[in-house]
C-alpha cells in the first residue's frame, strides 16, 4: 500500500493540467514517499483527455477518463478508489490555485491527525461566492459542530481509514462532498487541524458554475448536507 494517494478532478483545463500534473510529480517526488496521482478527467470538452495521454506508462499517475457527473461526484469516485490505494488521501483541484509546493506544509504535520484542512488565505471572491462560502461553513457549524475554518477548501489530506468509514454516510451524488467531510470529521471527533495556505487565483479557464446557477447549486449542496447530518447517528 503506497503512503499517499492523489485525488484530483478535472474538467476542461487542457491549458494547464500538464504542467499541474508534473508540478505534483515533482513535488511528491522530493518527499520520499510512494504515492500515486488519480486524475479523474469528468468528460471534459476540450483536449484535456489528449493531454493526460501523455502520462501513459507513468505508473504514478493514474488518468480516470469518465462521462461527465458534475465536481462532487467525481471527488467522490476518487475518494472511494483512493482509500483502497494509500494510508492517506489528499484532495486538490487541478486549477493551479494552491501550488504544489504547500503541500509539505501539511504532509509533515499529518502526526496525531486524522485530518489537515487548508485555509485559503488571499483568497479573492466575488460576491455570490462569498455568500456561499458564509452560508456553507453555517450550516456545518450549527449541524456538525465548529473546527473547520474552510469548510470546502480543495487542499485537504486525509487519514484513509477514516475517510473511508465517513464515506458511507455520503450518498454519490452530492455536489460539494467535501462539505460534509468537514462537518463528519467534526461531528466524530476526529482530531484535525487548520492549516493556512497561500491562494492564487485562476489563471487559465474559468470556473464551470458562475452567479444564479451558482446559488441554485449552493442550494442543493446546503440541502444535502443537512440531509446527512440528520441520517447519521454519532
Not at 509533515?108 to 460576491?127: K, N, T, Y
Not at 477514516?162 to 461531528?187: H, K, Q, R
Not at 482530531?191 to 487565483?201: E, I, K, Q
Request: glycine share 6%; with cysteine; net charge positive.
Amino acid at each position: 500500500m503506497r503512503d499517499l494517494a492523489v485525488v484530483m478532478p478535472v474538467y476542461n483545463e487542457e491549458a494547464c493540467i500538464q504542467d499541474v500534473v508534473q508540478d505534483w510529480l515533482q513535488e511528491l517526488s522530493s518527499l520520499g514517499i510512494s504515492f500515486q496521482i488519480i486524475v479523474l478527467n469528468d468528460g471534459s470538452k476540450d483536449n484535456t483527455a489528449t493531454v493526460l495521454s501523455r502520462f501513459e506508462g507513468d505508473d504514478r499517475v493514474q488518468v480516470v477518463n469518465k462521462k461527465n457527473s458534475g465536481h462532487g461526484p467525481t471527488i467522490l469516485m476518487g475518494y472511494r478508489r483512493a482509500v483502497r490505494e494509500a494510508q492517506w488521501v489528499f484532495q486538490v483541484d487541478s486549477d493551479n490555485e494552491i501550488a504544489a509546493r504547500h503541500f509539505k506544509k501539511l504532509w509533515e504535520a499529518r502526526h496525531g491527525c486524522d485530518a489537515l484542512i487548508g485555509v485559503r488565505d488571499g483568497r479573492q471572491q466575488p460576491f455570490v461566492r462569498k455568500v456561499v462560502s458564509m452560508l456553507s461553513r453555517l450550516v456545518v457549524m450549527l449541524f456538525y459542530g465548529s473546527g473547520v475554518q474552510d469548510v470546502n477548501c480543495p487542499f485537504r489530506l486525509m487519514r484513509a481509514s477514516v475517510l473511508e468509514s465517513l464515506l458511507i454516510s455520503i450518498p454519490e451524488d452530492t455536489f460539494a462532498p467535501n462539505v460534509a467531510l468537514s462537518g463528519l470529521f467534526v461531528l466524530y471527533k476526529r482530531p484535525l487541524r487548520n492549516v493556512l495556505v497561500p491562494h492564487a487565483g485562476r489563471a487559465t479557464g474559468e470556473g464551470s458554475i458562475k452567479k444564479w446557477k451558482l446559488l441554485k447549486a449552493a442550494f442543493t449542496s446546503l440541502l444535502q448536507t443537512v440531509r446527512i447530518r440528520l441520517h447519521v447517528h454519532p
